[in-house]
């Protein structure tokens, strides 16, 4: 009976992707839904690929997981991928659904699967990844994630014990997961920019798991990033497996030590986040028996998505997109990090607000006051744009982490934000948008083009 209700759940499954892909609906997970509906235990029959290996993680996920596919597709392998990181249950069961044919065949030998840390336990029990990376635990929206040590412990429990886990030897938050498991180590070794003690308001890894005694670090990046030791016992970081080092931004390189070689590699991008993820990449690919000439090779036919890196430089004014996850502490001072770093005269919209709430729910604002917002105390920031209707809440915690009133403004329409924004010459415009489907950003962002597209031909007209 079960298969027979299988079988009618995939029927109907891939009716309804045809219906929508008829109406012009891609992208959802109601054949998913629809499939899990009729037959709750879809995901214990469909047929899986033989490889599977899956990302997971608070941060990085839908760019490493693309990246290790683009990387096995150069080497010819047909992956399976939900590369839009429809991540949840009903996503998983909706791109299994897609993949099958209408007799449960499966015609994908390898899947990358971008899977949610608290979706684990439900999917974990039927498709198990031979190699699970997670890429970090951090502070999330409280809303949906609570507290990375509460994740960490969903992870614990439902990591299959077959797994090979890749992890983040920087993040002690993550580091020690199942320690049964065979691991594999990634981690960036001292930078010039590392700090010697935590400066952020967000703090998780003070005291030893093992004795409670305090922590010191040898280099802290962000938080619970870097390199620690406890002073009352032998409780430190994990060793590198694969150590990232001479990172050079100009010649657009850097190097990977492992087993005592060194290998250059191409930098994908100069910021700290990506150079991780490209890491990480190295480190799967090695694990799965690549050599490092073809890692280079692979690495070198690759990109980052544009949508999540985007720079334009137009009469004289340079505008970059920026995704900054709203609710999202940990991310959005990341990015506030990474602006800071960027010579120049700068101006924020502050477009990550979760404006999906203003229609389904309230927007709980407790995590701006765990994101480092003192950082746009920066003389170089000169005016942060606020909007929606958390926008006078975003203002008061600006001027609460000393911003001065003068440079903040707030509009109540965001699509007149534009109007605040000084496009002359020098400026650096930032647009700081969210994952929440309801957000006008996209509209923002083709008035700012425009505006630019404009000066431009002015400057041509004159010239």
């Given at each position: 009976?079960?298969?027979?209700?299988?079988?009618?759940?995939?029927?109907?499954?891939?009716?309804?992707?045809?219906?929508?892909?008829?109406?012009?609906?891609?992208?959802?997970?109601?054949?998913?839904?629809?499939?899990?509906?009729?037959?709750?235990?879809?995901?214990?029959?469909?047929?899986?690929?033989?490889?599977?290996?899956?990302?997971?993680?608070?941060?990085?996920?839908?760019?490493?997981?693309?990246?290790?596919?683009?990387?096995?597709?150069?080497?010819?392998?047909?992956?399976?991928?939900?590369?839009?990181?429809?991540?949840?249950?009903?996503?998983i069961a909706?791109?299994?659904?897609?993949?099958?044919?209408?007799?449960?065949?499966?015609?994908?030998?390898?899947?990358?699967?971008e899977v949610d840390e608290r979706a684990s336990r439900i999917i974990f029990p039927y498709v198990q990844p031979d190699i699970l990376?997670?890429?970090?635990?951090?502070?999330?929206?409280?809303?949906?994630?609570?507290?990375?040590?509460?994740?960490?412990?969903?992870?614990?429990?439902?990591?299959?014990?077959?797994?090979?886990?890749?992890?983040?030897?920087?993040?002690?938050?993550?580091?020690?997961?199942?320690?049964?498991?065979?691991?594999?180590?990634?981690?960036?070794?001292?930078?010039?920019?590392?700090?010697?003690?935590?400066?952020?308001?967000?703090?998780?890894?003070?005291?030893?798991?093992?004795?409670?005694?305090?922590?010191?670090?040898?280099?802290?990046?962000?938080?619970?990033?870097?390199?620690?030791?406890?002073?009352?016992?032998?409780?430190?970081?994990?060793?590198?497996?694969?150590?990232g080092t001479h990172i050079d931004a100009e010649k657009g390189t850097f190097e990977v030590l492992h087993d005592g070689r060194s290998t250059v590699y191409p930098l994908l991008d100069s910021s700290l986040v990506n150079i991780y993820n490209e890491l990480t990449l190295v480190a799967v690919l090695s694990t799965l028996g690549y050599s490092e000439e073809e890692i280079q090779k692979a690495v070198s036919s690759i990109r980052i998505t544009a949508s999540r890196l985007s720079a334009v430089t137009k009469a004289g004014v340079t505008f970059r997109a920026m995704l900054a996850k709203d609710r999202n502490a940990y991310a959005v001072s990341r990015v506030f990090e990474i602006i800071c770093s960027h010579p120049g005269e700068k101006q924020i919209l502050f477009y990550?607000?979760?404006?999906?709430?203003?229609?389904?729910?309230?927007?709980?604002?407790?995590?701006?006051?765990?994101?480092?917002?003192?950082?746009?105390?920066d003389p170089s920031i000169k005016k942060v744009i606020t909007t929606g209707n958390r926008g006078m809440d975003y203002k008061l915690r600006l001027q609460m982490a000393g911003v001065p009133k003068e440079r903040i403004a707030y509009v109540e329409d965001p699509l007149t934000g534009v109007d605040e924004v000084d496009f002359s010459a020098g400026q650096n415009i930032y647009l700081l948008y969210g994952t929440d489907p309801r957000t006008p950003a996209p509209k923002v962002r083709k008035q700012i083009l425009e505006r630019l597209e404009a000066l431009e031909r002015e400057e041509e007209n004159h010239a």
């Open positions: 009976m079960g298969k027979v209700r299988f079988l009618f759940a995939l029927f109907m499954a891939k009716v309804a992707t045809l219906a929508l892909r008829i109406t012009r609906h891609n992208g959802t997970n109601f054949p998913g839904i629809v499939a899990l509906r009729i037959c709750p235990q879809f995901l214990h029959y469909v047929s899986k690929p033989k490889f599977i290996i899956g990302v997971t993680g608070t941060n990085g996920k839908t760019t490493t997981s693309n990246l290790i596919c683009d990387a096995l597709r150069s080497f010819g392998r047909e992956v399976l991928n939900n590369s839009a990181g429809a991540n949840i249950q009903t996503g909706t791109l299994l659904a897609n993949s099958v044919t209408m007799t449960n065949r499966q015609p994908y030998d390898t899947a990358v699967l990376v997670v890429t970090n635990l951090s502070r999330d929206s409280v809303m949906r994630n609570a507290h990375p040590a509460f994740i960490a412990g969903i992870l614990e429990r439902s990591i299959p014990a077959k797994t090979k886990l890749v992890l983040n030897a920087d993040d002690l938050l993550s580091a020690f997961l199942c320690k049964d498991n065979e691991h594999t180590y990634f981690g960036i070794g001292p930078l010039p920019s590392d700090k010697k003690a935590c400066t952020n308001l967000i703090d998780d890894m003070r005291f030893c798991p093992h004795c409670h005694g305090r922590l010191v670090y040898d280099y802290n990046r962000y938080s619970n990033i870097g390199r620690a030791r406890c002073v009352s016992c032998n409780f430190h970081s994990p060793d590198y497996d694969f150590e990550s607000n979760n404006f999906d709430d203003d229609v389904k729910w309230s927007e709980n604002v407790c995590w701006l006051y765990d994101c480092d917002f003192e950082l746009l105390t």
